[in-house]
């Protein structure tokens, strides 16, 4: 399968960025782990702190990838553009979360992504990542 995984705002800081929430782990060394973990998927990575840019992105391969796994960050929970960037392509878009945003401020707790997604994972740390491939691969069955 062809993943695109595109991540948000302030995610290119992960393992700098609040470690205690987010963990001290770059997303280039957990993406590494990944792509050996999954050598028969090929898993492209995005990652832009401007909306804009990731409904392009969303736009450019939502007609071809097998599936989009997409951390939002921040904008999960203010972006209407965005949802319906999901909503206007064919590909199946998995919501993840590295944090339990349900564990979190009730501000964290809407999504406007989720209505348009196959499935939704939060909570898992890095691993959300992992866990909503193989939920790609499951549905694709
Ligand atoms: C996040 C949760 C969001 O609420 C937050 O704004 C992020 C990261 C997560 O992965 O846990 O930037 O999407």
Do not use: W
């Not at 990838?65 to 209407?80: C, M």
């Not at 997604?117 to 909570?123: A, H, Q, R």
């Amino acid at each position: 399968m062809k993943i695109q995984i595109i991540n948000g705002p302030n995610l290119n800081l992960l393992g700098k960025r609040e470690p205690e929430v987010y963990g001290s782990k770059s997303f280039e060394d957990y993406l590494n782990e990944l792509s050996a973990a999954f050598p028969q998927h090929e898993i492209f990575y995005f990652q832009s702190n401007s909306e804009g840019e990731i409904i392009d992105k969303i736009h450019e391969v939502g007609f071809d990838v097998d599936g989009i796994v997409l951390n939002a960050g921040a904008f999960t929970h203010t972006s209407l553009a965005i949802a319906d960037a999901i909503a206007s392509i064919s590909s199946p878009v998995v919501e993840v979360h590295i944090s339990n945003v349900h564990a979190r401020e009730a501000c964290r707790h809407h999504t406007f992504m989720a209505k348009n997604c196959l499935g939704v994972i939060s909570g898992f740390g890095l691993e959300s990542y992992r866990l909503a491939i193989q939920g790609l691969a499951v549905a694709k069955r």
